[in-house]
């Protein structure tokens, strides 16, 4: 029932958004960093975010979910400013670093208030919430990498030998909010989730782990392993871009999900590979580590491989 709720309620929503963000202003018009050709509206992913929120906020299943609806509210209006008007980098990270705080605060309920944790916890939220904003930049790629997390998780959550009701239902609702906009979002694209969508959904994706980190930590693995294909891109092309003297605050289209793009003439194989990647591979490895006595860490590293694989060929010259 709430799934199908959620479904028609953010269709809707996005419908909506698509047909009135233009008078707005809300149009990305391309430029030399850009993979679209055509202006397409941007700012769409305040629909899922907004509907995401309202259920924190009205059931209220845990201590804490009123804030951090209000925390998702408040990332997904300072997102669509970006998209509007554009915001200074230094400005959007200190408030990622503080919602990043709060969240940590809430969920990691056996840490101290005050303590290494929690600060790891807070910087960790933060660059999710970077990570996944640097990923959307191809047509589908981050939306189907939400919703890989969000059934990848919650199927595990559900048949595992958990007590994880909570992130079950989180799993479901961030699914049934963000399917409508793959479907807007398809490539090629007719709306873009923008700032306001890419921060906040971040910042929520961050919150999955946090809550799984905290039920059981084979859920944390499973999370760990469900993020690598992003985790992989973000972490080396930030570190090679770092090394060769280029700002890494400064947009650039040097990803290597953007360089296949590139050189597949579209975001559509792009698309099509992570969604196999997760289905063929990061979910295996997600199930294996919750069920068999396998070292944990070495599933990670296994995880990584198809992403490394991507990412030298992005860039090599062939």
């Not at 303590?115 to 996944?132: D, G």
């Not at 189907?144 to 994880?164: D, K, N, T």
């Not at 891109?233 to 953007?258: C, F, I, K, N």
Request: proline fraction near 6%.
């Amino acid at each position: 029932m709430l799934i199908g709720l959620m479904v028609i309620l953010s269709t809707a929503g996005l419908w909506g958004f698509v047909r009135y963000a233009p008078a707005l202003g809300l149009v990305d018009h391309p430029n030399d960093r850009s993979l679209h050709g055509t202006p397409t509206v941007v700012g769409a992913g305040v629909v899922p975010v907004t509907l995401i929120a309202l259920y924190l906020a009205l059931t209220a299943s845990f201590p804490g979910a009123g804030i951090l609806a209000t925390v998702l509210m408040g990332l997904t209006a300072m997102g669509l400013a970006d998209d509007r008007w554009g915001l200074s980098s230094s400005i959007r990270f200190i408030c990622y670093l503080l919602a990043g705080l709060i969240l940590a605060r809430i969920l990691l309920t056996d840490y101290a208030i005050v303590s290494l944790s929690i600060v790891l916890a807070a910087v960790a939220v933060a660059w999710c919430m970077n990570l996944y904003n640097f990923m959307d930049g191809a047509d589908g790629v981050a939306v189907v990498q939400a919703l890989c997390v969000a059934v990848g998780l919650g199927i595990i959550a559900a048949v595992g030998p958990f007590e994880a009701a909570t992130l079950m239902l989180w799993c479901a609702v961030l699914f049934a909010s963000c399917m409508p906009l793959l479907w807007f979002n398809w490539p090629p694209a007719r709306v873009f989730m923008g700032d306001a969508g890419a921060i906040p959904l971040g910042y929520f994706l961050a919150a999955l782990g946090l809550l799984g980190l905290n039920i059981d930590v084979q859920l944390g693995w499973v999370w760990l392993i469900l993020m690598m294909p992003f985790l992989v891109d973000t972490g080396l092309t930030l570190t090679l871009r770092l090394l060769a003297g280029e700002p890494p605050h400064v947009a650039h289209r040097d990803h290597a999900y953007q360089r296949l793009a590139l050189k597949m003439g579209g975001a559509l194989p792009v698309t099509l590979g992570l969604m196999g990647m997760q289905v063929a591979w990061q979910f295996p490895l997600a199930v294996t580590v919750v069920s068999s006595a396998l070292f944990p860490p070495l599933l990670v590293l296994l995880s990584a491989i198809p992403s490394l694989a991507a990412v030298v060929y992005a860039r090599s010259r062939a």
